[in-house]
């Protein structure tokens, strides 16, 4: 019963987040802009987690964790939601969404660097069909420069977005595991708005001083409640049980989810260049997940004995 809470945990939270990026995308074509989408989920999502937190068990932080929860809200709120919102407001939504699965391929190369893992045949295989699945995407965005085909900027925005969240992950891996999805949410939200919300404020009154379709707000409320609250709470439900490679194969759910949507509705044009490319970051992520690990490698050394 508890692997099948955390499965439905994972697809719940990639489905949610594939349905954001068209939802998000047409909210940002219809009354709002990337600076304002994020900052409405920063502070939204800070204001959902600490007043959840009042309702769930108190976890004591010291003063030495508050103050790495800084870097962890920079890396893995700050940089990526920014450069994924405004990326997603610029690019495509099929774009940005299959954009999304190159993290793993990230985590691998970082996780080589930081954590010292080794890098296998079936890593590099995989490294090499992402980022040619990327290319073609970063190609076809130069070539049309489209919010409906894609947007090199946008494209290199969600990269970077991805690649600061792998950076997050390899960083501050053990103390995501210290806490629990509470604690660790209030804390590197509140410090993200801190970061985001003072420079932002003055545009976003701005912006929103402006007559806006009650649509859009409804979009909005979405993108900052089941794509941001809902979404990393569930995630870390299933991140507790699964484990890391099953974790990862559910990101092929958001760029399907995203497509088939943004298709439907109009927001994004599939291409054959679309499709060669989930193919080969597909391909490329599957590969690094299904490699061996350093702690694989070192239990069937020690086996072997």
Not at 100 to 125: C, D, N, Q, V, Y
Not at 264 to 270: D, H, S, V
Request: hydrophobic fraction near 50%.
């Amino acid at each position: 019963m508890k692997s099948l809470i955390a499965h439905l945990s994972m697809f719940g939270a990639c489905a949610f987040w594939g349905l954001m990026a068209p939802l998000g995308k047409d909210a940002m074509t219809h009354g709002l802009d990337g600076l304002t989408m994020v900052s409405f989920r920063v502070a939204g999502g800070c204001l959902l987690f600490w007043l959840t937190s009042l309702f769930v068990k108190h976890e004591h932080v010291p003063l030495r964790d508050k103050l790495m929860f800084i870097g962890a809200g920079f890396f893995g709120l700050v940089t990526n939601q920014c450069c994924y919102t405004i990326g997603l407001s610029v690019t495509s939504p099929i774009n940005a969404s299959i954009v999304t699965t190159s993290m793993p391929i990230f985590a691998m190369i970082l996780a080589a660097i930081i954590l010292k893992e080794p890098i296998t045949g079936k890593k590099a295989i995989g490294v090499l069909l992402g980022c040619s699945g990327a290319l073609i995407l970063i190609l076809t965005s130069a070539a049309h420069s489209s919010d409906k085909v894609g947007d090199i900027r946008g494209d290199l925005l969600c990269l970077i977005a991805q690649f600061s969240f792998a950076l997050y992950l390899s960083l501050f891996n053990k103390l995501i595991k210290r806490y629990s999805v509470f604690t660790i949410n209030k804390w590197m939200f509140l410090w993200a708005t801190l970061f985001i919300v003072p420079f932002t404020f003055g545009h976003v009154s701005e912006v929103i001083s402006h007559p806006i379709p009650a649509k859009t707000w409804w979009e909005a409320g979405y993108v900052v409640f089941f794509g941001t609250y809902i979404g990393y709470i569930l995630t870390m439900i299933g991140q507790k049980t699964l484990r890391p490679t099953v974790v990862s194969v559910y990101n092929y759910v958001q760029p399907l989810v995203s497509v088939i949507v943004s298709v439907l509705t109009g927001i994004g044009i599939l291409r054959p260049s679309h499709a060669l490319a989930v193919i080969l970051v597909f391909s490329g992520v599957w590969l690094v997940t299904k490699s061996r690990s350093r702690a694989d490698i070192e239990r069937e050394k020690a086996a072997n004995r």
